[in-house]
């Protein structure tokens, strides 16, 4: 009898490999992830020598491992998925340590009809110290909102879906818990943050209308006094809280509600979204909005 083929003895022997694969712990893994199983199962069990590229294509031949070619702009990576993994797993696997946020973190908490065809990750910025940036100006705030929105190029292309691969500043994860999406849990920004994150970066959540339909969305579900205490502890430079407050007023919220946003200050004109040709201005909020709106 002739020698079993590496290819027949892994098919052969599927209830180990499964057995290791599951003890392992991931079901989205690496070329050198493939590597530490190969070495293992090598050691324990005489496995035929392969190199691990030889035993990724046996597994995926054997369709033991699927896999998922990623293209980001400067590189390309291979991942092999071993069972049944969401999209969303599949897009945080690109970064470590990122997790789900703005439009898509919209779309799970439901707050929203439509289906976005892209997902966005967010990975943090590794801790830079404080820069001063002083009084706020309203020279340059005009400024700074005539122009487009700062959008990153950084843009994973899979088979299905692309995944905006965000870079945000150091926040020690604030506001990020963890959920069950599809059965797994995967972290995510909390409601309070995801609505103020929208509101920062109007681009990465559809625009101006379907932010106002994510505040609609959430009203009965979001604690308006965490977004004040989240807001407050991003110290951002900009007034957002004056944008918040016009998008709270026009999805309908309490008075009660208002109130407290209207008591922040409001030294400067703020701009609900960048370069808008056609602008009204709210004397409340002391923010120029899209003339379409009303």
């Not at 030889?54 to 069972?83: H, Q, W």
């Not at 976005?116 to 801790?127: D, G, L, S, V, W």
């Amino acid at each position: 009898m002739g020698r079993v083929s590496k290819k027949d003895y892994l098919k052969k022997n599927k209830d180990i490999l499964t057995k290791e694969f599951k003890a392992y712990g991931k079901r989205i893994l690496s070329i050198v992830d493939l590597g530490l199983l190969l070495k293992k199962l090598s050691e324990e069990y005489l496995m035929h020598k392969l190199t691990r590229k030889e035993f990724a294509d046996i597994l995926v031949s054997i369709n033991f491992l699927e896999i998922e070619k990623i293209t980001l702009p400067n590189r390309k990576m291979t991942k092999y998925i071993f069972g049944k993994v969401s999209k969303y797993e599949l897009a945080l696997s690109i970064n470590k340590d990122s997790y789900l946020s703005h439009y898509t973190a919209v779309y799970l908490y439901g707050l929203i009809d439509n289906i976005p065809k892209t997902i966005y990750t967010n990975t943090e910025q590794y801790k830079k110290s404080p820069i001063n940036d002083g009084e706020l100006v309203q020279l340059n705030v005009d400024r700074a909102f005539s122009r487009p929105m700062r959008k990153t190029n950084n843009i994973a292309k899979l088979n299905d879906f692309d995944v905006v691969l965000l870079n945000g500043k150091n926040t020690r994860k604030l506001e990020v818990l963890n959920i069950a999406i599809d059965g797994v849990e995967l972290p995510i920004t909390s409601l309070e943050r995801t609505l103020i994150d929208i509101v920062t970066r109007p681009d990465y959540a559809g625009g101006v209308q379907e932010i106002i339909n994510a505040y609609k969305g959430a009203k009965g579900k979001v604690s308006t006094s965490r977004i004040i205490a989240t807001l407050r502890k991003f110290d951002y430079m900009y007034p957002y809280h004056q944008a918040i407050g016009f998008y709270l007023e026009r999805a309908g919220y309490d008075e009660k509600v208002l109130a407290r946003f209207d008591k922040l200050d409001k030294k400067c004109d703020f701009y609900l979204t960048y370069q808008m040709k056609d602008k009204n201005y709210s004397n409340r909020w002391k923010v120029y909005y899209p003339a379409y709106l009303d």
